[in-house]
T-cell receptor
């Protein structure tokens, strides 16, 4: 089976930096995704990591450590529109590319 | 490029009734997923298609749920009979192939009363 763990909720101030962690335990590993989901809307793709290290894309960065079963999503210069749920999804299992999602982290950005 | 289209957006039914959802993936996408997302949780995979074949349906409650993708393009997901615990958003997603990122539709919000 697979287990993906994220904090349920986080709050941060506009303009600040926030780090959302994701830990996972899977029988195999074929990549990790981060998605953003605003209330009532579809998840939208943010990043993909398959090798260890940091991937930077504008204000968002994602880090992966396969040996530790750990990833984080870093959001810089927070804006009010960043208030959303952030979903970590792992492709695990031998030969499987199906992404399994965590429960998501609800981020609230306040002025 | 048009995104993943789903209909209806909202549906309210009584328990024991049946309901069907429709999904039109992005053109050319061979892989199609149906996910169930209960309020406050992450999406849970119900079924994955590769073209018109089923890749994984291990978490689909087959006594009441069925899905098909007969021509390898559009897909329908059916629930018969519905239970209260089926209240959720049903998300359809597609990708070029199973190794590429998935693009999600807006979902169908089902309420079973």
């Amino acid at each position: 089976g697979q287990n993906i763990d994220q904090p349920t909720e986080m709050t941060a101030t506009e303009g600040a930096i926030v780090q959302i962690n994701c830990t996972y335990q899977t029988s195999g590993f074929n990549g990790l995704f981060w998605y953003q989901q605003h209330a009532g809307e579809a998840p939208t793709f943010l990043s993909y990591n398959v090798l260890d290290g940091l991937e930077e894309k504008g204000r968002f960065s994602s880090f992966l450590s396969r040996s530790k079963g750990y990833s984080y999503l870093l959001l810089k210069e927070l804006q009010m529109k960043d208030s959303a749920s952030y979903l970590c999804a792992v492709r695990g299992g031998r030969g499987s590319y199906i992404p399994t999602f965590g429960r998501g982290t609800s981020l609230i950005v306040h002025p | 490029e048009a995104g993943v289209a789903q209909s209806p957006r909202y549906k309210i039914i009584e328990k024991r009734q049946s309901v069907a959802f429709w999904c039109n993936p992005i053109s050319g996408h061979a892989t199609l997923y149906w996910y169930q997302q209960i309020l406050g949780q992450g999406p849970k995979l119900l079924i994955q298609f590769q073209n018109n074949g089923v890749v994984d349906d291990s978490q689909l409650p087959k006594d009441r749920f069925s899905a098909e993708r007969l021509k390898g393009v559009d897909s329908t997901l059916k629930i018969q009979p519905a239970k209260l615990e089926d209240s959720a958003v049903y998300l359809c997603a597609s990708s070029l192939d199973e190794q590429q990122q998935a693009f999600f539709g807006q979902g169908t919000r089902l309420t079973v009363v």
